[in-house]
């Protein structure tokens, strides 16, 4: 079956612009977590979905904001983009979260000039 | 895993040899932990995961052992192959918490 998929893969804006990604889930998953990655501060957790319900997140301003769909389908956010912001965003899903295993998508490669 | 640093560490072995990637997490409260392979331009994927009620857990060609005593996760991997050179990290959980907590990665380089 297919696997994640992210969209965009890649994108570059500029500072105060704001953005949303996209991800889909492997169908049948109904969690999805999305995750930033630099080369600084490494895989960092943002927040994760189940049953377009926010059960946790992590410690990321309120400009980056998320969303789930009921078709498990997820969105995030970030606004008033900055310069740090660049990174690679991450998306997994799993059946459940919580113990079962997560998949990942290739990425988005965010780049804010 | 621990707060991420600045800097990757490395480890470069030759093809045919065994491979001990090691990680230190730092939640004593942490119950399941995971290894994850990240090749380049590719997302994370999951090569083994063991929960804290065990020390050691085999897969093909990888062995995880964890320490809990020291707070302390090791991937083994046999007979390194080129095909395995990648970005390698440890992530860990603890309790109902939905949120994996990713260590710095570790990059294995396997020459021919």
């Known amino acids: 079956k297919a696997g994640v998929t992210q969209t965009p893969r890649y994108l570059i804006k500029t500072r105060g612009q704001q953005v949303t990604l996209s991800c889909s889930p492997i169908s049948g998953h109904r969690s999805v977590s999305w995750y930033q990655q630099t080369p600084g501060q490494g895989l960092q957790f943002l927040f994760e979905?189940?049953?377009?319900?926010?059960?946790n997140k992590g410690n990321f301003p309120g400009r980056f904001s998320g969303r789930q769909f009921s078709n498990s389908r997820s969105e995030m956010n970030v606004s008033t983009l900055e310069l740090g912001d660049s990174a690679l965003y991450l998306c997994?899903?799993?059946?459940?979260?919580?113990?079962?295993?997560?998949?990942f998508g290739p990425g988005t490669r965010l780049t804010v000039l | 895993g621990e707060s991420v640093g600045l800097h990757l560490p490395t480890l470069s072995v030759q093809e045919g040899d065994n491979s001990i990637i090691n990680c230190a997490y730092s939640?004593?409260?942490?119950?399941?932990f995971i290894w994850y392979k990240q090749e380049s331009g590719k997302g994370p994927q999951f090569i083994i995961d063991?929960?804290?009620?065990?020390d050691k857990r085999q897969g093909q060609r990888v062995t995880v052992l964890l320490n809990k005593t020291v707070k302390h996760l090791s991937l083994q991997i046999a007979a390194t192959q080129p095909g395995d050179s990648a970005v390698y990290f440890c992530?860990?959980?603890?309790?109902?918490?939905?949120?994996?907590?990713f260590g710095k990665g570790t990059l294995l380089t396997v020459n021919p």
């Open positions: 979905y189940f049953s377009e319900t926010q059960r």
């Open positions: 992530a860990d959980k603890a309790g109902s918490n939905y949120k994996l907590t």
């Open positions: 063991i929960r804290s009620n065990m």
């Open positions: 997994a899903s799993s059946l459940r979260g919580s113990l079962d295993e997560q998949f």
């Open positions: 939640n004593s409260a942490s119950d399941y």
